[in-house]
């Protein structure tokens, strides 16, 4: 086992020389939510309930093809890999019937990244439970384990697959998240945080169903634990942490009552059933359903549908063979029948609802479950053992904790979980863009202010103009950062999730080459990484097939910083490509797409803010030949990052408008001689001879090294003691405008003036 290559110090990260180091990664990838024998994409419906019988053993990417991709994301100043792989890869075929192939391919992929010089950490991925319930995550036969028949979940809406959707190119935008909202998940989740105290009689092989699913759970992640910890030469050297369950959701524990939806649940898209008919249509009866679609300020309510299982049911048939499996469910728990129902939640011969509130409260003390109740009981319950369990293979291991999205974070701090060898591993996306596939460069909302109740009305919520925008992105994520510390300890902050959609504005980009839109929200989320202060981030997502047709090939979703269908970034050195890359006029660098309201007044206010208008008009006619290819705003990711800081790092940031780069950090003592503070300079944007450096102090050099695998551009700063800066001028190109100072103050005034008149959607 090779000595720790990174460890925690507090709130920081650092090397083996005590430098502290910024994790700059990417998510290796989002494909391998899929198997690959048979290549089976969300939109594949053949043979998709033959869930036993696939294989990951091709994810991410084959090992032949490995060091290709990695000396890609080397090149483009990646140093960290959150590592996606899923349950189901691990044991599909069955309890305990783990994949050895898909292992030994893990191992090898592994040994690549490790000589490219990557950090990895593992990420247990899941959304929405499982592939069969519309995402990933869990094998299918714990769906089955549950008690339920994914076969019928298209018919009682128990989840929205895209995999049986009739026509699986047209399935909604963004719908999958809904299914943590529908029968199947609200099930699952409840039973696997929560079975004992609210699932009593569901009992297999003789414990409750929720010991029963995270004992399956922690044997399949501890036994690739071992094989990683047996191989000798991955633990420590590029294995440096492991993530809690992803996304966690708390199914029904602490739904105040079921026959309304919660005001807490701020996701509403498609049809958008309480909880009380998601269970009468999973059990085949017939209701009307509200409606919603997803606006510039959220959802809203777009009618009223008929929902009529006709008489088909999202729960196992009394006749189902229980044994094929080899597990043994007691009799106390009816097949055929709702568990609900078994627990006296509600009366299938009358369909009256009878324990309405069922939920709302721990049975095992009375109090009122709230989110936050339930992240400091029923989570933290799961994430001890979790850790317990990476602990007992990787006892210095790093443990990136991920508690529920968006919600307070757990009470930890100064408790026996303060552990000091943890990292705050939190997810943000700009919700607006991700849900419309459009970035609005006038306006957008704080969420997170407004899930936290810092505005008296939703109105004041709205960030007027790109800088506010941008300022906004900042702060949010500075907030979520700064809660971690409040309540889990001193520790450092990795968003190990953020991202934006490539395939905005109908695919625009794909049709002309010109991805400013992407540029300018890729360039927002970064600037609010680096001015929040956080110690890293992982961005999602790298896929190896993305394309511009399926994009990542799962829910529609396109988030791939890479596109087999795009131009690599340009590097100094590339001919003449690289001359285009220096063109102004070149598509990549034009305007940002403006909004058919070119500027708020107090009179289209409402028009500005309503769902309808978040459409760009085109700074030019789209070209007639389609899917001409672009850099897919590498541009914006593509930017130089701190390494290595000999001290403690204060701020560091990149301007992408002006190409300037800054840092500031302060050192007790001078830099050793082999221990410099280290910087990426990506050569598109630095190339060599024609940057500009001024210093605080000490001395410098750029040089392009081979090394990991690849050739990096490296500034190496000797400084002095005490407080130091450096900025870094290269290549400045037009990338996009943004609003002026004064416009920016002229149409925030008229939005505050008028305030009182905000319509939100």
């Avoid at 494909?31 to 998709?48: G, I, N, Y």
């Avoid at 049911?313 to 078994?342: I, V």
Wanted: proline residues 7%; charged residues 25%; contains cysteine.
């Amino acid at each position: 086992m090779a000595p720790l290559r990174l460890r925690v110090d507090g709130a920081t990260f650092r090397d083996p020389h005590n430098r502290e180091v910024t994790l700059h990664g990417i998510n290796v990838a989002a494909d391998a939510k899929f198997p690959d024998r048979p290549d089976q994409p969300s939109h594949v419906a053949e043979d998709f309930f033959n869930g036993d019988n696939v294989s990951f053993a091709q994810r991410p990417f084959p090992v032949e093809e490995a060091s290709t991709h990695f000396t890609r994301l080397r090149k483009w100043g990646y140093n960290t890999i959150r590592y996606v792989f899923t349950w189901e890869a691990i044991e599909a075929a069955g309890p305990r019937r783990y994949d050895e192939e898909w292992i030994q391919h893990t191992l090898s992929i592994l040994r690549v990244a490790r000589d490219h010089g990557f950090y990895v950490f593992m990420d247990p991925h899941q959304d929405v439970w499982s592939r069969f319930t519309g995402g990933s995550g869990a094998p299918m036969w714990t769906v089955y384990a549950c008690g339920l028949n994914p076969r019928a979940f298209d018919a009682t809406e128990a989840s929205l697959v895209q995999n049986t959707y009739p026509e699986p190119e047209k399935f909604p935008k963004m719908i999958w998240a809904t299914n943590y909202h529908r029968l199947a998940c609200q099930v699952i989740f409840t039973c696997f945080f929560g079975g004992k105290d609210f699932a009593p009689k569901a009992i297999i092989d003789g414990k409750n169903v929720q010991d029963w699913l995270q004992d399956h759970f922690f044997d399949a992640l501890k036994h690739l634990a071992k094989r990683i910890h047996e191989a000798g030469d991955l633990e420590n050297d590029v294995v440096i942490g492991w993530e809690s369950l992803n996304e966690p959701n708390r199914g029904l524990i602490g739904h105040p009552d079921l026959s309304v939806i919660p005001h807490e649940q701020k996701l509403k898209k498609g049809t958008s059933p309480t909880a009380w008919q998601a269970i009468l249509t999973g059990s085949g009866r017939a209701c009307e359903i509200d409606t919603w679609d997803f606006g510039g300020m959220g959802p809203y309510k777009s009618g009223t549908v008929l929902i009529d299982p006709q008489g088909q049911s999202a729960w196992l048939p009394a006749d189902y063979d229980d044994t094929y499996y080899g597990w043994k469910r007691d009799p106390g728990w009816r097949l055929g029948e709702c568990l609900w129902a078994q627990h006296g939640i509600w009366d299938p011969s009358t369909d009256d609802l009878l324990k309405k509130d069922y939920f709302a409260k721990d049975p095992r003390t009375g109090e009122t479950i709230d989110y936050k109740y339930f992240t400091d009981h029923y989570w933290l319950e799961y994430y001890r053992r979790h850790s317990a369990m990476v602990k007992s293979v990787f006892p210095e291991s790093i443990m990136f904790c991920q508690p529920p999205v968006l919600e307070v974070p757990p009470s930890m701090k100064g408790t026996k979980d303060d552990d000091p060898n943890i990292v705050f591993a939190p997810h943000f996306y700009d919700g607006v863009t991700l849900m419309t596939k459009k970035w609005n460069r006038l306006w957008n909302v704080d969420v997170f202010g407004l899930l936290r109740g810092r505005y008296l009305s939703p109105a004041f919520a709205i960030k007027i103009g790109e800088t506010a925008i941008r300022n906004c992105f900042r702060d949010e994520l500075a907030a979520i950062r700064k809660e971690g510390i409040d309540y889990m300890g001193n520790h450092p902050c990795v968003f190990t999730e953020i991202g934006i959609p490539y395939d905005m504005d109908d695919q625009y980009a794909y049709k002309t080459g010109d991805y400013s839109s992407q540029i300018a929200a890729m360039d927002a989320n970064h600037f609010a990484l680096e001015g929040c202060k956080a110690n890293g981030f992982t961005l999602w997502t790298y896929v190896a097939t993305n394309n511009h047709y399926w994009g990542d090939r799962w829910n529609g979703e396109d988030l791939s910083i890479y596109s087999k269908d795009d131009l690599p970034l340009p590097t100094p050195d590339s001919g003449a490509e690289s001359r285009n890359s220096l063109d102004p006029n070149s598509p990549s660098y034009s305007q940002s797409q403006l909004s058919r309201i070119a500027s708020i007044t107090p009179s289209n206010l409402k028009q500005a803010l309503s769902g309808e208008n978040m459409t760009s008009s085109n700074p030019k006619p789209p070209s007639d030949k389609p899917d001409k290819p672009g850099y897919r705003a590498a541009e914006a990711f593509v930017r130089p990052t701190p390494i290595a800081t000999h001290g403690d790092l204060l701020t560091h940031g990149f301007d992408l408008r002006n190409c300037i780069f800054r840092l500031s950090l302060t050192a007790k003592t001078p830099t050793q001689d082999d221990a410099p503070t280290e910087i990426f300079l990506p050569e598109h944007h630095f190339p060599q001879g024609r940057n500009t450096i001024e210093v605080s102090g000490g001395k410098w050099t750029i040089s392009v090294e081979e090394g990991e695998g690849c050739e990096t551009q490296r500034l190496r700063w000797w400084h002095g003691e005490g407080d130091q800066h450096i900025s870094i001028k290269g290549v400045r190109r037009k990338t996009g405008t943004v609003l002026g100072a004064e416009e920016e103050e002229g149409y925030l005034e008229q939005c505050q003036q008028q305030g009182k008149n905000c319509v939100v959607m």
